[in-house]
């Protein structure tokens, strides 16, 4: 396996570096709140690839999904929340991003 860090830059967006086949998961959690609800997408190049959702009124919601892509040096992977959906976290670190590059191709 090849390790290649993930770089992301101020705009949060993962930028492939080398061509490859990469395999991203990401981890969200929300704590309880009556009027808000959770979720968000994977995107590549813009294109969502997969989602998250999660709602509960009395307890906190947790979800994740994962993805292995064919990216082209510069393309570019993101998180983004719904529209009016919320995300928590605090210094225990419940939501999460990350990636790594399975082999070059």
Wanted: glycine share 10%; charged share 10%.
């Amino acid at each position: 396996m090849t390790g290649i860090s993930l770089l992301f830059f101020c705009a949060g967006y993962f930028i492939a570096p080398v061509r490859g086949v990469y395999y991203f998961s990401f981890n969200f959690f929300c704590w309880t709140q009556p009027t808000k609800t959770c979720g968000g997408s994977l995107y590549h190049n813009g294109n969502r690839m997969v989602s998250w959702y999660g709602y509960s009124r009395y307890n906190p919601s947790s979800g994740s999904n994962s993805a292995v892509l064919l990216l082209q040096v510069g393309d570019h992977v993101n998180v983004r929340l719904w529209a009016d959906m919320v995300v928590s976290d605090n210094v225990n670190k419940y939501s999460t991003f990350s990636g790594f590059l399975l082999f070059p191709v």
